[in-house]
């Protein structure tokens, strides 16, 4: 939800699981992504407004909705309030069906790119 108390693109927003039981059945019970997927790694939403999704689950709804505008999935675990481990195997699922894009950030044979942590750092020292 945002600072007014709307759901986001308005989809409905899963409800804060009271137990631990809601991811797990989320998830079927898998704790890992079928696909390595990065923290950073920016989800966009592959379908369109028109596209009828109540037959998926509120958390397929709630993701396709919130990224209709690129996000990084670690912001889609904080907006929604879902476990990043969560969050994680779902957006991998939903990309598998083609109902997001995952746009994998790129590493040069595993160095982190400089440009990117010169940015950070920068931003750190502002605050």
């Not at 409800?15 to 390595?36: D, F, H, I, K, L």
């Not at 999704?53 to 904080?78: D, F, T």
Request: aromatic residues 2%.
């Amino acid at each position: 939800m945002d600072q007014w108390g709307q759901p986001y693109g308005g989809a409905p927003l899963p409800q804060e699981p009271s137990s631990p039981v809601r991811p797990y059945t989320v998830t079927g019970g898998r704790t890992a992504p079928r696909m390595q997927l990065a923290l950073e790694a920016l989800v966009s939403s592959a379908t369109s407004t028109h596209l009828d999704l109540s037959g998926r689950p509120p958390e397929h709804r709630a993701i396709s909705s919130l990224c209709r505008q690129v996000r990084s999935v670690a912001e889609v675990s904080a907006m929604l309030r879902i476990p990043l481990g969560v969050v994680r195997v779902v957006i991998a699922d939903m990309a598998a069906e083609g109902l997001v894009h995952v746009h994998q950030p790129q590493l040069d044979a595993g160095k982190p790119d400089l440009n990117l942590l010169e940015r950070v750092l920068s931003g750190l020292r502002r605050l």
